[in-house]
């Protein structure tokens, strides 16, 4: 069956690039820029292989995030976006159906943006941990720390935050099919309508009625988002400072990763982002 969706993703690319790359490169620019105008005190002078690759981490996670979360402001609107841009009768235009329509958006914005988001914020990486290293201790330091150590060790954790993007962005559909529906539907209301009114609903439940099961159910779903990247974060803790072969540990975190996919609480979540995802395809289909 032919499917439309590189056509549409091109579409998001052609629409958004401009404000992708200032989310993905500003931050890291903005840093290397006023680093020298700065300070940077209290990293230690031992284990500076661990101090650079934390910082290549650090900057991988937080260009991913930065990026993921502008996704998360943006989805909404998005859902609405073709009842008033002229633009989308040509895209319209074409045989592919309202459902790949509203799945391109999200897997522009919601994964490949955020990916390569990563993506930049890894590159950056090695020369912020330069930068940084030099900034405290000159330029010497800079050359006394093995890099090829600090990338080899990289690698696999780099690869397990690569991977941990797609179940970040399973558990995170439900929240987004559900701000995309109430915004389709409601227009400008929808967001704060469901927001306010679903956090009402659950203190209510909660503090009146001593139904508990939706504060759980919200915190579980919240440690789930939390750890999709990294299962076992003092594991994480415990294998930097040994021995622990890296690629040997990300693949056991990823399985218990994906085996969470496998429980009654994702189906459930699943349901509802379906539920979400249904009613944003039947507002596109009416051309609303």
């Not at 996704?71 to 319209?92: K, M, N, V």
């Not at 609480?265 to 289909?285: D, E, I, N, S, Y």
Request: with cysteine.
């Amino acid at each position: 069956m032919q499917t439309h969706l590189p056509t549409l993703l091109l579409r998001e690319w052609m629409q958004h690039k401009r404000g992708w790359l200032i989310a993905a490169l500003a931050p890291p620019l903005l840093f290397l820029a006023m680093l020298p105008i700065g300070s940077v005190q209290g990293l230690p002078d031992k284990h500076r292989e661990l101090v650079a690759l934390i910082i290549v981490m650090i900057s991988t996670v937080a260009i991913y995030g930065i990026c993921l979360l502008v996704a998360l402001f943006q989805l909404p609107g998005l859902a609405r976006r073709d009842t008033q841009d002229r633009s989308i009768e040509f895209w319209l235009s074409l045989p592919g159906r309202p459902s790949e329509s509203v799945a391109a958006t999200v897997l522009a914005h919601a994964w490949l943006v955020p990916l390569g988001g990563a993506v930049i914020g890894m590159l950056f990486g090695v020369p912020i941990a330069m930068s940084v290293v030099a900034k405290q201790d000159g330029f010497g330091a800079v050359t006394a720390v093995d890099w090829s150590e600090v990338m080899s060790a990289a690698a696999p954790l780099l690869v397990r935050a690569f991977a941990g993007t797609v179940p970040m962005l399973l558990w995170l559909s439900p929240l987004i099919f559900v701000l995309m529906a109430a915004s389709a539907w409601l227009k400008r209301l929808g967001v704060p309508v469901v927001l306010v009114g679903s956090l009402i609903a659950v203190l209510v439940l909660d503090k009146i009625y001593g139904i508990s099961w939706p504060v759980d159910a919200l915190q579980a779903w919240n440690l789930q988002v939390n750890t999709a990247m990294v299962h076992n974060p003092p594991g994480l803790q415990e294998a930097l400072m040994s021995d622990v072969n890296l690629w040997a540990w990300v693949a056991k975190d990823f399985g218990e990763a994906l085996l969470e996919l496998a429980s009654l609480q994702f189906l459930g979540w699943a349901a509802l982002a379906a539920a979400g995802f249904a009613l944003v395809v039947m507002k596109r289909a009416r051309g609303g």
